[in-house]
């Protein structure tokens, strides 16, 4: 549920947006995995979460996965992960 009180972000084209806001992990992480999967090989998505363990988090399941972390940015306690799905072997 994105919080009324913070500007609208409107997905670009080839970005997914999640609002895990108020999610405590692995929730977040779980349902960007999830995403993924149903993404093509260079798509992008987007994730807000407030839990701060998220941070370490996904920078650990980029590294794992091989999705890349292109960005990361927090305002007022939401942060901000934008990960670039990896391009599938043989594709």
């Given at each position: ?34 995403a993924l999967r149903g993404l093509a090989g260079g798509e992008k ?39 670039r799905r990896k391009s599938e072997a043989g594709a």
């Open positions: 549920m994105l919080n009324p009180t913070w500007p609208v972000i409107l997905p670009r084209m080839g970005e997914t947006l999640i609002d895990a806001q108020f999610q405590k992990c692995p929730m977040p992480v779980l349902r960007a995995a999830r998505l987007r994730v807000l979460a407030t839990d701060p363990a998220a941070v370490l988090d996904f920078r650990e399941f980029c590294k794992t996965t091989g999705h890349a972390l292109i960005a990361t940015s927090e305002t007022r306690g939401v942060f901000s992960f934008i990960i």
